[in-house]
């Protein structure tokens, strides 16, 4: 189009043009480069990656936007919220929505505020209450405890009561030891904080906020809710799993004093409980769990195996060839592992940044969060990996074993055929055990 208009252009005129063209091919390339534009595979044409949706600026804590988050304006339009991809100066983990416009506040208060979303600061801000921030689509981490730390003695996470963020947050608290600065949790009875303060009023939403409990104390109220009639064995081996990681004796004391008055429980036989846990932790309930651990062996491998792509995205592509999303029964790992085969056939790698514009709450989240939080360290991911999917193959040719078993028990003219069936299951059982015994296990504590 340039060569045509030129015959009718004077050299000084084409000249302008010709830079114009130049500046702005560079400044797309730039844009591609921050993730506010991509290229139609079809046409190889630029388009708005965040067309249809409501743009929020995210800003670092120097008031320089660094990114954007894009809500969709309609239900059909995935996912939910759509935020830039990690750049050069644009990490999620160091990020926390309206810190620039709260730093002063929290100062004064002496207390940071946090909430999931957007909406929900900027709500908070409209209402007056502005030391107010939020993480984006991760939990927090302890990079943003370090920052707060910096700006105040206490952190109040604000939350609906069926958050899955508090669950992913919780995870990270452990780290606001390292600084000195208290964390404590609140949670709504309905609604989140916008809502909330819409539908009561700032003084209603600030006697939640005072209601802020320890994190001990939320997990502990939480537990015993969650498993109400439920075995009191498993309830209370929760509840000691919560207590051994407090360091100091006379809190430990403190909380199972408190829990002997929850549960209603003689506090002499709670103390004596808890004296036995600790000698003997590992120590399995056969009564409440031996079925479970059994029906529960799949959901958990392939949770493993998922947690491992995730912790080394590296090995991303030999999975995806070995397995499809359709053989995973758990619908929150089949969801996580759909969406990593999705970005690894855009883009023929996997970027773990990626994975949270799909996921913003519910349980995918909160599997997403614990994943890459985990701390289990392996050297040979790849062969980590393969032993894994060794002892998922085996797990399914035990489960072949015992059907033509049972079988064998009540046929007729197939006793032959079962038979045949039975004897190469066991031949391969064989050459798989035998392979993992060789081999010897590459998987550490915390990796089955």
């Known amino acids: 189009s340039a060569k045509k208009f030129k015959l009718g252009m004077s050299p000084d005129s084409w000249d302008k043009l010709a830079s114009a063209l130049i500046k702005n091919k560079a400044d797309m390339e730039v844009a591609e480069k921050a993730g506010l534009v991509g290229k139609s595979a079809k046409t190889g044409n630029y388009i708005d990656k965040f067309r249809n949706r409501v743009m929020f600026p995210i800003f670092d804590r120097s008031g320089n936007v660094v990114a954007f988050g894009g809500r969709s304006m309609s239900n059909e339009q995935q996912p939910k919220y759509l935020n830039s991809p990690e750049s050069e100066v644009f990490q999620k983990r160091n990020i926390l929505y309206g810190l620039n416009f709260a730093m002063d506040e929290i100062r004064q208060m002496d207390r940071a505020i946090i909430v999931e979303g957007y909406l929900d600061v900027i709500g908070c801000h409209q209402y007056g209450i502005k030391n107010v921030v939020a993480p984006l689509g991760t939990a927090l981490t302890e990079n943003h405890i370090r920052q707060l730390s910096q700006l105040c003695n206490e952190i109040i996470m604000l939350f609906d009561s069926d958050s899955a963020g508090v669950n992913a947050s919780l995870r990270s ?22 809502d909330f303060v819409m539908k009561h009023d700032v003084r209603e939403l600030m006697i939640q906020i005072d209601k802020a409990l320890k994190p001990a104390d939320f997990r502990i109220i939480n537990t015993i809710e969650a498993n109400r009639g439920k075995n009191r064995i498993v309830v209370l081996k929760i509840l000691f799993g919560i207590i051994e990681n407090i360091e100091l004796l006379s809190e430990r004391d403190i909380y199972l004093k408190k829990i002997s008055e929850l549960l209603k429980i003689d506090e002499n036989s709670i103390r004596g409980d808890f004296t036995s846990y600790l000698k003997n932790r590992n120590i399995i309930d056969r009564s409440e769990s031996a079925a479970a651990v059994s029906l529960d062996y799949e959901t958990k491998i392939f949770r493993d195996l998922v947690t491992l792509v995730l912790k080394y995205p590296e090995i991303a592509g030999d999975v995806i060839i070995d ?3 359709e053989t995973i029964a758990d619908p929150v790992v089949a969801k996580v592992f759909g969406v990593i085969c999705r970005l690894y056939q855009d883009e023929n790698e996997l970027k773990i940044d990626k994975i949270f514009d799909f996921f913003h709450d519910g349980l995918e989240m909160d599997f997403l969060n614990s994943a890459i939080q985990n701390e289990t360290s392996i050297e040979d991911p790849k ?14 040719i035990n ?11 009540t046929s007729g003219s197939d006793r032959l055929e079962y038979l045949a069936e039975l004897e190469i299951l066991r031949r391969e059982k064989e050459k798989l055990t035998s392979y993992l015994y060789n081999r010897g296990s590459v998987l550490k504590d915390g990796q089955d």
């Open 173 to 194: 608290i452990e780290t606001s030891e390292s600084f000195n600065v208290e964390i404590r949790i609140a949670t709504l009875p309905d609604k989140d904080p916008f």
């Open 323 to 325: 397995l499809s999303g």
């Open 383 to 396: 062969a980590a990996y393969t032993e894994i999917y060794v002892n998922l193959k085996l797990h399914k």
């Open 399 to 409: 489960k072949k074993i015992t059907d033509y078993a049972e079988k064998i028990k």
